[in-house]
Protein backbone atom coordinates (compact mmCIF):
# COMPACT_ATOMS: atom_id res chain seq x y z
CA UNK A 1 0.00 0.00 0.00
CA UNK A 2 1.06 3.66 -0.61
CA UNK A 3 1.89 5.45 2.25
CA UNK A 4 3.45 8.42 3.22
CA UNK A 5 5.23 9.12 7.13
CA UNK A 6 2.97 11.90 8.99
CA UNK A 7 4.18 15.01 8.27
CA UNK A 8 4.40 18.19 11.01
CA UNK A 9 2.75 20.65 8.53
CA UNK A 10 -0.68 17.95 8.75
CA UNK A 11 -3.26 20.20 10.64
CA UNK A 12 -4.84 16.88 12.43
CA UNK A 13 -1.41 15.69 13.85
CA UNK A 14 -1.35 15.50 17.41
CA UNK A 15 2.64 16.34 19.13
CA UNK A 16 2.57 12.37 19.89
CA UNK A 17 2.36 11.20 16.18
CA UNK A 18 5.97 9.50 15.60
CA UNK A 19 4.03 6.46 14.71
CA UNK A 20 1.14 7.70 12.96
CA UNK A 21 0.48 7.35 9.38
CA UNK A 22 -1.73 8.50 6.79
CA UNK A 23 -3.31 6.45 3.63
CA UNK A 24 -3.54 7.83 0.06
CA UNK A 25 -7.32 8.32 1.19
CA UNK A 26 -6.00 10.56 3.85
CA UNK A 27 -7.31 8.24 6.95
CA UNK A 28 -5.28 8.02 9.62
CA UNK A 29 -4.17 5.00 11.42
CA UNK A 30 -1.42 4.04 14.31
CA UNK A 31 -1.55 0.11 14.34
CA UNK A 32 -1.56 -2.66 11.10
CA UNK A 33 -1.67 -6.18 11.04
CA UNK A 34 -1.09 -8.16 14.10
CA UNK A 35 0.01 -4.81 16.26
CA UNK A 36 -4.13 -3.60 14.90
CA UNK A 37 -5.09 -6.79 16.12
CA UNK A 38 -3.48 -6.44 19.80
CA UNK A 39 -4.48 -2.92 20.31
CA UNK A 40 -8.10 -4.02 19.36
CA UNK A 41 -8.28 -7.09 21.45
CA UNK A 42 -7.07 -5.25 23.93
CA UNK A 43 -10.08 -2.76 23.99
CA UNK A 44 -12.48 -5.99 24.03
CA UNK A 45 -11.45 -7.89 27.35
CA UNK A 46 -13.78 -7.62 29.09
CA UNK A 47 -16.15 -9.23 26.38
CA UNK A 48 -14.93 -12.50 25.57
CA UNK A 49 -17.34 -13.77 23.01
CA UNK A 50 -16.41 -10.22 21.17
CA UNK A 51 -12.84 -10.73 21.28
CA UNK A 52 -12.67 -14.09 19.43
CA UNK A 53 -15.17 -12.99 16.73
CA UNK A 54 -12.43 -10.16 16.52
CA UNK A 55 -9.75 -11.91 16.50
CA UNK A 56 -11.28 -13.59 13.09
CA UNK A 57 -11.93 -10.74 11.73
CA UNK A 58 -8.34 -9.36 11.99
CA UNK A 59 -6.80 -12.55 11.10
CA UNK A 60 -9.08 -12.63 8.17
CA UNK A 61 -7.84 -9.24 7.04
CA UNK A 62 -4.13 -10.12 8.15
CA UNK A 63 -1.60 -7.01 6.76
CA UNK A 64 -4.64 -5.50 5.43
CA UNK A 65 -6.07 -4.40 8.78
CA UNK A 66 -4.98 -0.99 10.10
CA UNK A 67 -6.37 0.66 13.27
CA UNK A 68 -6.51 3.74 14.58
CA UNK A 69 -7.78 5.18 18.05
CA UNK A 70 -8.40 8.99 19.08
CA UNK A 71 -10.51 10.55 21.49
CA UNK A 72 -10.55 13.60 19.32
CA UNK A 73 -12.39 11.38 16.91
CA UNK A 74 -16.36 12.98 16.62
CA UNK A 75 -17.17 9.05 16.12
CA UNK A 76 -15.78 5.81 15.34
CA UNK A 77 -15.94 4.50 11.38
CA UNK A 78 -14.43 1.91 9.19
CA UNK A 79 -13.54 1.88 5.91
CA UNK A 80 -12.50 -0.77 3.08
CA UNK A 81 -10.55 0.05 0.31
CA UNK A 82 -10.07 -1.85 -3.10
CA UNK A 83 -7.88 -1.13 -6.17
CA UNK A 84 -9.98 -1.58 -9.47
CA UNK A 85 -8.41 -1.98 -12.20
CA UNK A 86 -7.23 -5.08 -11.85
CA UNK A 87 -9.26 -5.78 -9.05
CA UNK A 88 -7.18 -6.29 -5.94
CA UNK A 89 -7.73 -5.80 -1.62
CA UNK A 90 -5.73 -2.35 -0.77
CA UNK A 91 -6.97 -2.16 3.11
CA UNK A 92 -9.31 -2.22 5.68
CA UNK A 93 -9.20 0.49 8.16
CA UNK A 94 -11.11 1.00 11.87
CA UNK A 95 -11.05 4.13 13.51
CA UNK A 96 -12.13 3.91 17.12
CA UNK A 97 -13.48 6.83 19.22
CA UNK A 98 -11.88 7.03 22.31
CA UNK A 99 -13.43 8.36 25.72
CA UNK A 100 -17.25 7.60 25.29
CA UNK A 101 -19.20 5.26 27.42
CA UNK A 102 -19.68 2.94 24.70
CA UNK A 103 -15.86 2.10 23.52
CA UNK A 104 -16.18 -1.78 23.06
CA UNK A 105 -19.51 -1.26 21.79
CA UNK A 106 -18.18 0.92 18.87
CA UNK A 107 -15.68 -1.18 18.42
CA UNK A 108 -17.15 -4.22 17.59
CA UNK A 109 -20.34 -2.47 15.40
CA UNK A 110 -17.50 -1.41 13.32
CA UNK A 111 -15.70 -4.87 13.45
CA UNK A 112 -19.19 -6.50 12.90
CA UNK A 113 -19.25 -4.23 9.37
CA UNK A 114 -15.71 -5.60 8.04
CA UNK A 115 -17.23 -8.93 9.23
CA UNK A 116 -20.30 -9.29 6.40
CA UNK A 117 -17.62 -9.17 3.78
CA UNK A 118 -15.97 -12.37 5.55
CA UNK A 119 -19.17 -13.78 5.67
CA UNK A 120 -19.61 -13.32 1.91
CA UNK A 121 -21.84 -10.78 1.73
CA UNK A 122 -20.98 -8.65 -1.20
CA UNK A 123 -20.46 -4.93 -1.50
CA UNK A 124 -21.56 -2.85 -4.70
CA UNK A 125 -18.29 -1.66 -6.92
CA UNK A 126 -19.19 0.26 -9.86
CA UNK A 127 -22.58 2.72 -10.71
CA UNK A 128 -23.39 5.03 -13.44
CA UNK A 129 -24.41 7.59 -13.37
CA UNK A 130 -27.14 8.99 -16.29
CA UNK A 131 -25.50 12.21 -18.59
CA UNK A 132 -28.37 14.36 -17.70
CA UNK A 133 -27.45 13.97 -13.81
CA UNK A 134 -23.65 13.99 -13.78
CA UNK A 135 -23.85 17.41 -11.88
CA UNK A 136 -25.28 15.48 -9.13
CA UNK A 137 -22.70 12.67 -9.42
CA UNK A 138 -21.15 13.78 -6.48
CA UNK A 139 -24.37 14.07 -4.16
CA UNK A 140 -25.33 10.60 -5.47
CA UNK A 141 -21.58 8.94 -4.75
CA UNK A 142 -22.54 10.20 -1.03
CA UNK A 143 -25.34 8.30 -0.76
CA UNK A 144 -24.18 4.89 -1.82
CA UNK A 145 -22.13 4.89 1.71
CA UNK A 146 -24.76 5.77 3.97
CA UNK A 147 -27.73 3.36 2.24
CA UNK A 148 -24.59 0.53 2.86
CA UNK A 149 -23.99 1.29 6.06
CA UNK A 150 -27.43 1.30 7.58
CA UNK A 151 -28.36 -1.79 5.39
CA UNK A 152 -25.23 -3.42 7.18
CA UNK A 153 -26.70 -2.64 10.09
CA UNK A 154 -29.68 -5.39 9.42
CA UNK A 155 -27.13 -7.50 9.08
CA UNK A 156 -25.02 -7.10 12.04
CA UNK A 157 -27.66 -5.96 14.89
CA UNK A 158 -28.61 -9.80 15.87
CA UNK A 159 -24.84 -10.42 16.64
CA UNK A 160 -24.04 -7.58 18.43
CA UNK A 161 -27.11 -8.72 20.96
CA UNK A 162 -25.80 -11.91 20.76
CA UNK A 163 -21.90 -10.78 21.77
CA UNK A 164 -24.01 -9.63 24.79
CA UNK A 165 -23.82 -6.03 24.32
CA UNK A 166 -27.07 -3.64 25.17
CA UNK A 167 -29.39 -2.83 22.33
CA UNK A 168 -29.11 0.79 23.23
CA UNK A 169 -25.83 1.08 22.78
CA UNK A 170 -25.60 -0.27 19.13
CA UNK A 171 -25.31 3.30 17.96
CA UNK A 172 -23.57 6.19 18.74
CA UNK A 173 -26.54 8.46 18.23
CA UNK A 174 -29.05 9.49 16.01
CA UNK A 175 -28.09 12.72 13.91
CA UNK A 176 -31.43 15.13 14.18
CA UNK A 177 -33.23 15.69 11.04
CA UNK A 178 -32.83 19.25 9.14
CA UNK A 179 -35.68 21.93 9.00
CA UNK A 180 -38.10 19.60 6.25
CA UNK A 181 -40.77 22.04 6.68
CA UNK A 182 -38.64 24.80 4.76
CA UNK A 183 -36.51 22.14 3.00
CA UNK A 184 -40.22 21.40 1.39
CA UNK A 185 -41.33 24.68 1.06
CA UNK A 186 -38.43 25.82 -0.78
CA UNK A 187 -38.38 23.07 -3.25
CA UNK A 188 -41.93 23.26 -4.41
CA UNK A 189 -41.34 27.03 -4.70
CA UNK A 190 -37.77 27.27 -6.67
CA UNK A 191 -37.83 26.76 -10.78
CA UNK A 192 -34.26 25.32 -10.28
CA UNK A 193 -35.82 22.01 -8.05
CA UNK A 194 -34.53 18.92 -9.66
CA UNK A 195 -36.82 15.93 -9.04
CA UNK A 196 -34.68 13.41 -10.28
CA UNK A 197 -32.04 14.14 -6.74
CA UNK A 198 -34.63 15.69 -4.76
CA UNK A 199 -36.59 12.55 -5.02
CA UNK A 200 -33.89 10.37 -3.34
CA UNK A 201 -32.97 12.68 -1.11
CA UNK A 202 -35.79 12.23 0.40
CA UNK A 203 -36.34 9.25 0.27
CA UNK A 204 -33.22 8.85 1.99
CA UNK A 205 -34.07 11.04 5.01
CA UNK A 206 -36.85 8.97 5.60
CA UNK A 207 -34.71 5.67 5.58
CA UNK A 208 -32.12 6.69 7.55
CA UNK A 209 -35.18 7.37 10.47
CA UNK A 210 -37.24 4.80 9.75
CA UNK A 211 -34.67 1.92 9.69
CA UNK A 212 -32.71 3.04 12.89
CA UNK A 213 -36.15 2.50 14.78
CA UNK A 214 -35.19 -1.05 14.35
CA UNK A 215 -31.89 -0.75 15.81
CA UNK A 216 -32.24 2.12 18.34
CA UNK A 217 -34.27 2.34 21.72
CA UNK A 218 -36.11 5.75 22.07
CA UNK A 219 -38.80 7.58 20.20
CA UNK A 220 -36.60 9.79 18.06
CA UNK A 221 -36.07 8.28 14.89
CA UNK A 222 -39.96 7.25 14.46
CA UNK A 223 -40.93 10.96 14.94
CA UNK A 224 -38.20 12.23 12.46
CA UNK A 225 -39.13 9.36 10.08
CA UNK A 226 -42.66 10.57 10.54
CA UNK A 227 -41.65 14.39 9.83
CA UNK A 228 -39.58 13.40 6.67
CA UNK A 229 -42.29 11.77 5.07
CA UNK A 230 -45.24 14.23 5.80
CA UNK A 231 -42.89 17.39 4.11
CA UNK A 232 -41.50 14.71 1.53
CA UNK A 233 -44.42 13.77 0.01
CA UNK A 234 -45.28 17.20 -0.20
CA UNK A 235 -42.58 17.89 -2.43
CA UNK A 236 -43.50 14.07 -4.20
CA UNK A 237 -46.76 12.29 -3.40
CA UNK A 238 -45.55 9.12 -5.17
CA UNK A 239 -43.04 9.21 -1.85
CA UNK A 240 -46.03 7.38 0.36
CA UNK A 241 -45.87 4.34 -2.08
CA UNK A 242 -42.17 4.00 -2.58
CA UNK A 243 -41.56 4.21 1.35
CA UNK A 244 -44.25 1.43 2.08
CA UNK A 245 -42.34 -0.58 -0.68
CA UNK A 246 -39.08 0.47 1.15
CA UNK A 247 -40.34 -1.02 4.43
CA UNK A 248 -41.82 -4.35 3.10
CA UNK A 249 -38.33 -4.86 1.44
CA UNK A 250 -36.35 -4.58 4.65
CA UNK A 251 -39.07 -6.10 7.03
CA UNK A 252 -39.26 -9.04 4.43
CA UNK A 253 -35.64 -10.29 5.71
CA UNK A 254 -34.40 -11.01 2.37
CA UNK A 255 -31.39 -8.55 3.14
CA UNK A 256 -29.68 -11.57 5.17
CA UNK A 257 -29.83 -14.02 2.06
CA UNK A 258 -26.31 -13.74 1.04
CA UNK A 259 -26.13 -15.01 -2.24
CA UNK A 260 -29.72 -12.62 -3.25
CA UNK A 261 -28.08 -9.56 -1.43
CA UNK A 262 -26.73 -7.63 -4.26
CA UNK A 263 -30.24 -8.11 -5.82
CA UNK A 264 -32.48 -6.60 -3.04
CA UNK A 265 -29.85 -3.48 -1.92
CA UNK A 266 -30.41 -2.53 -6.20
CA UNK A 267 -33.91 -3.52 -5.53
CA UNK A 268 -33.66 -0.62 -3.12
CA UNK A 269 -31.85 1.52 -4.98
CA UNK A 270 -34.31 1.39 -7.82
CA UNK A 271 -37.55 2.21 -5.28
CA UNK A 272 -35.07 5.48 -4.43
CA UNK A 273 -34.14 6.35 -7.87
CA UNK A 274 -30.46 5.61 -7.13
CA UNK A 275 -28.64 4.09 -10.06
CA UNK A 276 -28.00 0.54 -9.02
CA UNK A 277 -24.75 -0.91 -8.73
CA UNK A 278 -23.49 -2.82 -12.27
CA UNK A 279 -20.61 -4.51 -10.38
CA UNK A 280 -20.65 -6.55 -7.55
CA UNK A 281 -17.08 -7.57 -5.84
CA UNK A 282 -16.99 -10.47 -2.50
CA UNK A 283 -14.04 -10.99 -0.54
CA UNK A 284 -11.87 -14.22 0.55
CA UNK A 285 -9.32 -15.08 2.73
CA UNK A 286 -6.08 -15.12 0.64
CA UNK A 287 -2.05 -16.41 1.42
CA UNK A 288 0.34 -14.16 2.65
CA UNK A 289 -2.54 -12.28 5.15
CA UNK A 290 -3.50 -10.39 2.70
CA UNK A 291 -7.79 -10.82 1.49
CA UNK A 292 -8.52 -11.82 -2.20
CA UNK A 293 -11.60 -9.67 -4.15
CA UNK A 294 -13.67 -11.49 -6.95
CA UNK A 295 -15.82 -9.57 -8.65
CA UNK A 296 -19.57 -11.23 -8.55
CA UNK A 297 -20.88 -12.88 -11.95
CA UNK A 298 -24.41 -11.93 -12.37
CA UNK A 299 -26.83 -11.86 -15.32
CA UNK A 300 -27.40 -8.35 -15.22
CA UNK A 301 -24.36 -7.70 -15.55
CA UNK A 302 -24.29 -3.85 -17.46
CA UNK A 303 -21.16 -3.68 -19.60
CA UNK A 304 -21.16 0.13 -21.75
CA UNK A 305 -19.09 -1.07 -24.51
CA UNK A 306 -20.65 -4.66 -24.73
CA UNK A 307 -24.17 -6.21 -26.35
CA UNK A 308 -25.91 -5.71 -23.34
CA UNK A 309 -27.35 -2.25 -24.16
CA UNK A 310 -30.39 -2.96 -23.69
CA UNK A 311 -29.60 -2.80 -20.24
CA UNK A 312 -28.37 0.24 -20.41
CA UNK A 313 -30.85 2.40 -22.43
CA UNK A 314 -33.71 1.50 -19.34
CA UNK A 315 -30.81 3.47 -17.62
CA UNK A 316 -30.17 6.50 -20.11
CA UNK A 317 -27.28 7.58 -21.57
CA UNK A 318 -24.50 7.19 -19.20
CA UNK A 319 -20.86 8.64 -18.50
CA UNK A 320 -19.96 8.62 -15.55
CA UNK A 321 -18.30 5.33 -14.96
CA UNK A 322 -18.12 5.86 -10.81
CA UNK A 323 -16.96 3.25 -7.97
CA UNK A 324 -18.26 3.20 -4.48
CA UNK A 325 -16.34 5.40 -1.86
CA UNK A 326 -16.73 2.60 1.04
CA UNK A 327 -15.92 4.81 3.72
CA UNK A 328 -18.68 4.72 6.58
CA UNK A 329 -19.37 6.39 9.94
CA UNK A 330 -20.80 4.02 12.90
ZN1 LIG B 1 -22.73 1.10 11.39
Known amino acids: ?22 NMEGWRYKYKGPAAKKAILHHLEHWPQAQALAAEICDFYGNCLLYYEDSNLESSHYQI ?50 HDLIDYAA ?16 LIFEKFIDIGFDKRNFLGCISPPPDYKTLASTAVKSSF ?8 WWCLEYFRHWI ?67 EWTFIKSGKDST ?26 TTLKHGFQPISLSE
Open 139 to 154: TYMGFYPVIGNLVEHE
Open 212 to 278: SIRHWIGYEPALYADCALFWGSKVHPSMKATTRNIRDLIESGVLTDRKQYHRHVNTLLELMKIPKFT
Open 1 to 22: MKQREISKSDPYVPNDSKNLYV
Open 81 to 130: NLKHDPIEFNHACVQLQLGTSRTAEALCHELLHLSTRMCGFPFGEKFFIP
Open 291 to 316: PLVYRLAHKEKINPNGSNSHVLKTMG
Open 193 to 200: YRKEIGFP
